[in-house]
């Protein structure tokens, strides 16, 4: 984990919260270039937009890649509060991004370890560092208190 890790999970956080105002599930994340630069941030929009592609990785991905004007992010690092499902682990090897960092697992639908972990499979031509657990109590506890409330 590197120092900043934990500041950007807090702007991450940050987004999550956000998404309580629309009903989103409370999930963030963030993109920064090699320098530290935020390039995208998001947060999950599905209720919001009625978009089922608009998860928080996809939207912060998206914001990156238009401030850049390449779909290539080579040099960048995201950073969510959930570990990334199966569509979103996608959209991280299909931007060429080099470095995940995420809180909180997913014991339901993670493609980073828990269930699957697609951006480690032996047969995807991309790398990826992956850093889980920075600040997962927090991103734990947004997730749980959401989902309390609905029950």
């Excluded at 890649?65 to 979103?88: I, N, S």
Aim: charged share 25%; glycine share 12%; hydrophobic share 50%.
């Amino acid at each position: 984990m590197r120092a900043a890790d934990g500041e950007l999970m807090a702007l991450a956080l940050h987004e999550a919260r956000s998404a309580l105002g629309t009903g989103d599930v409370p999930v963030g994340a963030v993109v920064v270039d090699g320098e530290g630069l935020v390039l995208g941030v998001g947060r999950n929009e599905r209720e919001a937009t009625g978009d089922p592609l608009a998860h928080a990785e996809v939207v912060a991905l998206r914001a990156a890649a238009a401030a850049r004007g390449t779909w290539r992010l080579d040099d960048c690092t995201l950073v969510v509060t959930l570990e990334p499902c199966v569509m979103c682990a996608g959209a991280v090897l299909a931007a060429r991004v080099p470095r995940l960092v995420f809180g909180a697992w997913d014991e339901k639908a993670g493609a980073v370890g828990s269930v699957q972990d697609v951006l480690r499979d032996r047969h995807v031509p991309h790398r990826v560092e992956v850093v889980a657990g920075v600040d997962a109590g927090a991103c734990s506890a947004l997730l749980t208190d959401f989902f309390a409330g609905r029950r």
